[in-house]
T-cell receptor, first 110, second 114 residues
């Protein structure tokens, strides 16, 4: 079963705009990870944030984690057409398996 | 370093048959996990192997099994296939560290059961 919810389910923006995706989860976690998937292919790891961290950056990505609200957000700045993909958050409770959300489908129009 | 490889990439089977999927992890990674992805259930954890031992198991019937070899390569087997087993099966490997680490996914094996 999935850990939680992601919203929005789908997001359509123009190139150059920022995209924000949210993820909520139900249990305590060890870390939370974000992945990208293009057209039903394998998942690409984007960023990992540990439960004792509140914010992390990687290039155009910014992830926040609020353990009191059991939620996380992924911000992609200055989006590009190549960012079009499905984005999944995944929680890791014991450091050994991932529980994925349902994902957000992002479409960046050029 | 070469990435995670999975073979075959596509499979078509009929109900009742069995299938074996293979995964070669990134060199040095001893943890290998398997996930099933379907439109209805999303991404679900099947099992994890570490040093040839199943360390964690998801909520799947016994028809789903796996194993890991001494070189960390892993196989998963599905017996008595059902239509609902049609899915993308993803393998992931990681360097095992306390507190968890990023997982590197292979391209997946798309299984169609007719």
């Amino acid at each position: 079963s999935q850990q939680g919810e992601e919203d929005p389910q789908a997001l359509s923006i123009q190139e150059g705009e920022n995209a924000t995706m949210n993820c909520s989860y139900k249990t305590s976690i060890n870390n939370l990870q974000w992945y990208r998937q293009n057209s039903g292919r394998g998942l690409v790891h984007l960023i990992l944030i540990r439960s004792n961290e509140r914010e992390k950056h990687s290039g155009r990505l910014r992830v926040t984690l609020d353990t009191s609200k059991k939620s996380s957000s992924l911000l992609i700045t200055a989006s590009r057409a190549a960012d079009t993909a499905s984005y999944f958050c995944a929680t890791d409770r014991y450091g050994n398996k991932l529980v994925f959300g349902a994902g957000t489908i992002l479409r960046v129009k050029s | 370093k070469a990435g995670v490889t999975q073979t075959p990439r596509y499979l078509i089977k009929t109900r009742g048959q069995q299938v074996t999927l293979s995964c070669s992890p990134i060199s040095g990674h001893r943890s290998v996990s398997w996930y099933q992805q379907t439109p209805g259930q999303g991404l679900q954890f099947l099992f994890e192997y570490f040093s040839e031992t199943q360390r964690n198991k998801g909520n799947f019937p016994g028809r789903f099994s796996g194993r890991q070899f001494s070189n960390s390569r892993s196989e998963m087997n599905v017996s008595t296939l059902e239509l609902g087993d049609s899915a993308l099966y993803l393998c992931a490997s990681r360097f095992d560290v306390a507190g968890g680490a990023e997982q590197f996914f292979g391209p997946g094996t798309r299984l169609t059961v007719l």
